[in-house]
C-alpha cells in the first residue's frame, strides 16, 4: 500500500463537504487544543528554512515531522510529497544519519520522532512501531507521545489491525482530547469496524475541533508574536 494511501487514515473526513451538508460551520470558539510553546518554536524556525531554502530535501522533512506532531497531518503530507520530488532516494540516504544522531541523544526525543517518521515514510513498519512506542511510553506524556500512538495506528490501520488501531488512538486521545486528526482518526476505525454512529459522532467532534484549532493556529503567525517576523 501506498505511503499516501496509508496517511489517508487521518483524511477520511472531508472536512469542507460535511461543514457545508451538517451546517456546523458556527461561530468562533476558544481552542482547548494548543501546541506547547517549544513545539511551536520548532514550527516557526522550520517553516522559515523551508520557505528560504525550497530545495533542501532535508529541511522540508523535518518541517513534515514537525507538522505531523502539531497534528496539521494534511499539510505534513503535502510537506512529504514535496520531499519526495527533490530527492526520491531521500529516505534510504538520510536513515543512517537520524540513526546515528539518535544513537547519540536517546533522551531527545524530537530526534527519536524523526527517526520513527522517517522509517515510517521509508515503509519500515517493523522498526517505526519499535521507535514510535518507544517514545509513547517514555514519561511525561505530552504531544510527541500522542503523536507517535497516532502513527502507530496507522501503521495498523495499514495491517488491517483496525482494533489495534481504535486503542492506540484512544490512547493517543486520553493525552491529547481535543486533538482533531486524532478524532478523525478514531471515526476511521470505527468505521472501518463497522460501528457507524459512532464514528459519526467522532467526525463531529473533529469538525468542531479543526474549526477551533485554525482560529487559534492563526495567532501563531502574527507579526506581533516574538520569533515571527518572517512568517508572513
Not at 518541517?63 to 497531518?73: D, E, F, I, T, W
Request: glycine share 4%.
Amino acid at each position: 500500500m501506498s505511503f499516501d494511501r496509508r496517511h489517508n487514515i487521518f483524511r477520511t473526513l472531508t472536512f469542507p463537504l460535511l461543514l457545508a451538508v451538517f451546517g456546523l460551520a458556527t461561530g468562533p470558539a476558544a481552542a482547548a487544543y494548543v501546541i506547547e510553546p517549544d513545539i511551536v518554536k520548532e514550527y516557526l524556525d522550520l517553516r522559515h528554512k523551508a520557505l528560504t531554502h525550497p530545495d533542501r530535501a532535508d529541511f522540508r522533512f523535518e518541517y513534515a515531522v514537525c507538522l505531523s506532531y502539531m497534528g496539521k497531518v494534511e499539510e505534513s503530507r503535502s510537506a512529504l510529497k514535496q520531499v519526495q520530488a527533490l530527492d526520491p532516494e531521500f529516505s534510504k540516504k538520510a536513515l543512517p544519519r537520524y540513526a546515528e544522531q539518535s544513537r547519540q541523544n536517546p533522551a531527545d526525543l524530537r530526534l527519536k520522532f524523526r527517526l520513527g517518521f522517517l522509517y515510517y515514510f521509508a515503509d519500515k513498519h517493523d522498526q517505526a512501531l519499535k521507535i514510535f512506542g518507544e517514545i509513547a511510553d517514555r514519561a511525561p506524556a505530552g504531544q510527541l507521545n500522542a503523536w507517535a500512538l497516532g502513527y502507530m495506528a496507522v501503521i495498523k490501520s495499514d495491517q488491517g489491525k483496525w482494533s489495534e488501531a481504535e486503542d492506540l488512538v484512544r490512547r493517543a486521545l486520553r493525552i491529547e482530547p481535543d486533538a482533531y486528526g486524532l478524532h478523525a482518526a478514531l471515526a476511521a476505525a470505527l468505521k472501518a469496524q463497522g460501528n457507524l454512529i459512532p464514528a459519526l459522532r467522532e467526525y463531529f467532534i473533529a469538525l468542531k475541533d479543526r474549526r477551533e484549532f485554525e482560529a487559534y493556529e492563526k495567532t501563531l503567525l502574527q507579526p506581533d508574536v516574538p520569533g515571527t517576523a518572517y512568517s508572513n
